[in-house]
Nanobody, 124 residues
Framework: QVQLVESGGGLVQAGGSLRLSCEAS????????MGWYRQAPGDQRELVAI???????NYADSVKGRFTISRDNAKNMVYLQMNSLKPEDTAVYYC??????????????????WGQGSQVTVSS
C-alpha cells in the first residue's frame, strides 16, 4: 500500500530554520503534484506550497520569500525548506500527493493522498 511519511519537524526559535521531508513509498507509478499543507488547532487546513512534476511552484503569501519547496522525482520525495520562521508558522504540516500506484489487480489512483503530519513549533 502507498504511504506518505513526513520527517524533520520539531521545536525551533523564531528566526530559525527547519527542513521538512516527505517520502512516498510503495509501488508508485507516477506522482504529479506534491505539496505541503498546514493546520493549527481550530483552523482549517491551508496550502503552504505546491510543486508539479515539471517544477512549477506556488506559495501562500504568508510564506513567500521564506519557504522553498523542492522535489526529487526519482526518490518520490518532496521537501520544504523553512527559513526565518515565525510563531505563526506553528502548525501540523501535512504532505500531500497526486499519485498513481500499482496493485496486483492493476493501476490505482489517489488524486489527494495525505501523510500523517509533522508538528512544527516556533517559539518566540
Amino acid at each position: 500500500q502507498v504511504q506518505l511519511v513526513e520527517s524533520g519537524g520539531g521545536l525551533v526559535q523564531a528566526g530559525g530554520s527547519l527542513r521538512l521531508s516527505c517520502e512516498a513509498s510503495g509501488s508508485i507509478l507516477s506522482i504529479n503534484a506534491m505539496g505541503w499543507y498546514r493546520q493549527a488547532p481550530g483552523d482549517q487546513r491551508e496550502l503552504v506550497a505546491i510543486i508539479t512534476s515539471g517544477g512549477s511552484t506556488n506559495y501562500a503569501d504568508s510564506v513567500k520569500g521564506r519557504f522553498t519547496i523542492s522535489r526529487d522525482n526519482a526518490k518520490n520525495m518532496v521537501y520544504l525548506q523553512m527559513n526565518s520562521l515565525k510563531p505563526e508558522d506553528t502548525a501540523v504540516y501535512y504532505c500531500n500527493a497526486d499519485l498513481s500506484y500499482q496493485t496486483p489487480y492493476g493501476r490505482a489512483s489517489y488524486p489527494n493522498y495525505w501523510g500523517q503530519g509533522s508538528q512544527v513549533t516556533v517559539s518566540s
